[in-house]
């Protein structure tokens, strides 16, 4: 019966599945999977008395086995099954899975079965009619063949003799197959990435695999770094096998799959070259509109446009100490919202796109670090000026409108002074402010107001500080044209002044108290620290009038409230992290807009 | 000089202040002898008789003046603005904003 073509069919219509053939079972093998949960499974061996075939039974009917129900030589009627394939290098593995069975009784073993499997005629294993990728599932379907007859199929055209291998797509991989090909281009190759923990130090790399059908992160670990680290190159196609399907590590990975591949020290790699079907990155792009949508941490795809790149900033993790470079970038797109993302390490570093290039990212985290940003991640990518209709179109669009439009942004104050921007959607009074009790808790708040300067104390204005770049320390002076720094444990003859100033600042409602650094003084005073204390040293006058000046002056501030203790007092400390001159226009438009909302009705 | 009330307004409002100083911002389109041809800022075209000294550097200008008819306004002070004609749609909707009724208290 198993030599019959049916059993080689998975076609559920096909009638021997409408059956109930009696078979008798030769053996009973428990089996016990790897994993959080494993459940129980019985390996078994089916025969029809002619020819036998390894099988499964499902784990419904673990009971059965656990009852001495099922046992050694029992015959039973198969009520509900179906044939899954497994197909190896050279061989063709079939295996009879049982759903359903009634057992009918226990007698010896009948007749001497043979292994059907063995009958495969040599270097003809594999899938008849290879279905294209897309419709291809675990279970591969095979042409119903006469029985006995030695089975042969075409060769899958562009494989080298003796190796059929069949591909499976992406999509279909689980921990429950380990012998699979996947045929896929890399879309990212990470850098070697060194790391240590409890057991040792080690290192790693990955790669983002992607097919018709799905997406997938494969890493490896150690010495197949090695030994593939250098086979792949990003935007080449690969055959790959014999690597392990794992659950995904979404920690690490924001690649849209529940699994992930581990390349072993048995990987197979092999670069393909023809790659007609292969699919090029497949993106799914959302408006920048549209991210308050989109929770944090979850994955997006954008397509914008670099409206201004900003400087490389040094960020020191807390967790390991080192210092990470890190770029932001303002971007935007035709939904006119705009928006920070961030790019770390040495794609920050190397960052150097002029004339606002229109840029494809794939994969980038969302942060809610103040209304929304975007970071790039490991497994992102960004291509850069990419060839497709979407990005011309962007292109055409930004150099006829976009240059000039006005931007509506996501990103409210940001922690470091660098990276704040102005939300309009955030702005607020004073009063509002001091009313909702900004700041006063543990955490800080921010906010953007529209405020004017009423009152700038004079004195200490500034402090003298490190002028290495980045650095701002407050120097010491310990000598004549000696000043020294601790941090950076250099001495020099001349500081850097810094403005740190108080200021009396006040909207239509209240009154408050705003600290302001370095670049709040030069907004203000149109002048550095160091000039403004050159001008203190030739007349204490024009100083005093160039302080007055600056009272009277309107700006957008971006504040960060935060609970301060200082000398036993405890206050809410309004730090000016980022201020902007008003345009006008955009006022009048933002208080209009105002008026004609429903709020003013 | 005692106290004038001006009233802002724009181009269709003008019947209703006939007789009445008022105050609007448009764009000069070309001058011709002793008048001007005058956008006002909801867009309607109106002449404008101007001083002898009139001094109309920019193209957006606001006109203090008296309104004639409701086509005509007799200047009294002009006001250069710059050359930017988005401001006209800003002061424009602004100028319908305060003749509203919930708004109107707060101006005149």
Known sequence: MFTDAPLSSEDPSNPIFDSNPRVQILSIKKVTPGGPNPVERHRVIISDGVHFVQGMLAAQLNSLVLDGLAVKNS???????????????QQNKRLLIVLAMEVVGVTEKIGSPENLDLKASEGAAGVASPTTPAEQKVFKVEVPQASSAPRQQPKPAGRPPGSTVVVFPIESLSPYQNKWTIKARVIQKSDIKHYSNQRGEGKLFSVTLMDESAEIKATGFNTVVDELYDKFEEGKVYEISRGKVQIAKRKYSNVNNDYELNFERGTEVREVTDVAEMPAIKYSFIELKALDQQTKDSTV?????????????????????????????????????????????????????????????????VGDFGGRTLSMSGSSTMTVNPDMEEAHKLRGWFDQEGGAANFQSHSSAGASAGSATISRTEMKTFQDVKDEGLGTEERQDFFTTRATITHIKPDNLA?????????????????????RCEKCDKSYPKPEYRYIMSIAAADYTTQAWLQGFNDVGIAVFGMKADEMFELKDASQDDFEAAVKKGVGKSFLFSIKAKTDTYNDTTRVRYGVMRLAPLDWKEECHSLLETLHSPYAQ | MAQIEDVRINGKMMGEYVGKIARMVGKVNRVVDRSAVFTTSDGM????????????????????????????????????????????????????????????????
């Open chain 1, 463 to 483: 402090y003298p500080a490190c002028p290495t770049p980045n650095c701002n320390k407050k120097v010491i002076e310990s000598g004549y044209e000696n000043w």
């Open chain 2, 45 to 108: 075209t109106i002449s404008v008789t101007l001083l002898p000294d009139a001094k109309i550097t920019d193209t957006i200008v606001e006109f203090v003046g008296q309104v004639v008819n409701d086509t005509t306004l007799k200047m009294l002070a002009v006001y250069n603005m710059g050359d930017d004609e988005d401001l006209l749609s800003v002061v424009d909707q602004t100028v319908e904003l305060i003749h509203k009724p919930q708004f109107s208290n707060m101006f005149y």
């Open chain 1, 75 to 89: 015959v039973v009627n198969l009520t509900k099954w179906a044939v899954n394939t497994l197909t190896t290098q």
């Open chain 1, 301 to 365: 795809d954008v397509l914008v446009i670099v409206k201004q790149i900003g400087d490389l900033t040094q960020v020191t993790s807390k967790a390991t100490q080192k210092a990470i470079p890190k770029r932001d970038l303002t971007v935007v797109d035709r939904s006119t919202y705009s928006c920070r993302l961030t790019l770390w390490g040495k794609q920050a570093e190397n960052f150097n796109e002029p004339n606002q290039p229109v840029i494809a990212f794939k994969g980038l985290r």
